[in-house]
């Protein structure tokens, strides 16, 4: 069974930095996509960024574009998501995801989660 370990979540100030880690315990499964999003309480599971496995090629979301940066180590079967000049706002569970089916968009196009990793960014 593929599983996806998110790591580096914690508390920060605002314009600071963190680099959360998404290990996965295989590349066997389908996942040719591996996402991010956040939840914060009340509100849906919104969609970050994306990155695909062969090449690299990266999506962002407006509200972090510019600000946020996801990349991929195939060798260590691990995607990251560097996060910098951090608002309050960005304070949420993050989690990472293998794409199933359907645009990466949307969380429900997402068969493979993990455990979520909370960022709490204070003033």
């Known amino acids: 069974q593929v599983q996806l370990v998110e790591s580096g979540g914690g508390l920060v100030q605002v314009g600071g930095s963190l680099r959360l880690s998404c290990a996965a315990s295989?590349?066997?499964?389908?996942?040719?996509?591996m996402g991010w999003f956040r939840q914060a309480p009340g509100k849906e599971r919104e969609f970050i960024g994306a990155?695909?496995?062969?090449?690299?090629?990266?999506y962002y979301a407006d509200s972090v574009k510019g600000r946020f940066t996801i990349s991929r180590d195939n060798a260590k079967n691990t995607v990251y998501l560097q996060m910098n000049s951090l608002k309050p706002e960005d304070t949420a569970v993050y989690y990472c995801?293998?794409?199933?089916?359907?645009?990466?968009?949307?969380?429900?196009?997402?068969?493979?989660w993990g455990q979520g990793t909370q960022v709490t960014v204070s003033s």
């Open positions: 995801a293998g794409h199933y089916s359907g645009s990466f968009y949307y969380a429900r196009s997402y068969g493979y």
């Open positions: 295989a590349r066997t499964f389908s996942s040719s996509v």
């Open positions: 990155v695909t496995w062969s090449t690299g090629t990266t």
